[in-house]
């Protein structure tokens, strides 16, 4: 394991949002309806947020290089991540780095999740469970 490990970038449709919505069962309009979305004051259709938060976790299990290799993981969702209705929909992008190695030899990171180039979570972590 690295430091740090490169920029993770994942694509999110509006199709991407459908099937989460089909396998969570979470079917709030603010995830499907661009008229809702917007009554309720969001720029549009956004993204579930434990389906950001997923994204993310792939990312750590990714770099961790397995998934049971996570003991901790949590987020605070900041800022919501519309999903236009475009082919191209948008994209996440997450980063981390080590922000320390504790006494036990786990390995505490600290995470970002980007979209357009603003972060949409907050005080994002994880501990890797040393190898």
Not at 2 to 30: C, H, K, M, W
Not at 80 to 86: I, Y
Request: aromatic residues 8%; glycine residues 8%; neutral net charge.
């Amino acid at each position: 394991m690295s430091d740090t490990f490169e920029p993770q970038t994942y694509r999110v449709t509006r199709a991407d949002l459908v099937r989460y919505a089909g396998a969570s069962g979470d079917f709030n309009p603010i995830h499907w309806s661009e008229r809702f979305a917007t009554s309720v004051g969001l720029p549009g259709v956004i993204a579930h947020g434990m389906f950001t938060m997923a994204l993310v976790g792939r990312a750590v299990t990714t770099w961790a290089g397995s998934p049971d290799a996570v003991v901790e993981f949590s987020v605070r969702f900041s800022r919501p991540v519309p999903v236009p209705d475009t082919d191209e929909g948008t994209e996440v992008v997450v980063t981390g780095k080590v922000k320390e190695v504790t006494a036990d030899g786990s390995t505490r990171l600290t995470l970002t999740a980007t979209c357009q180039g603003e972060k949409v979570l907050s005080l994002a972590q994880a501990v890797i469970r040393k190898r």
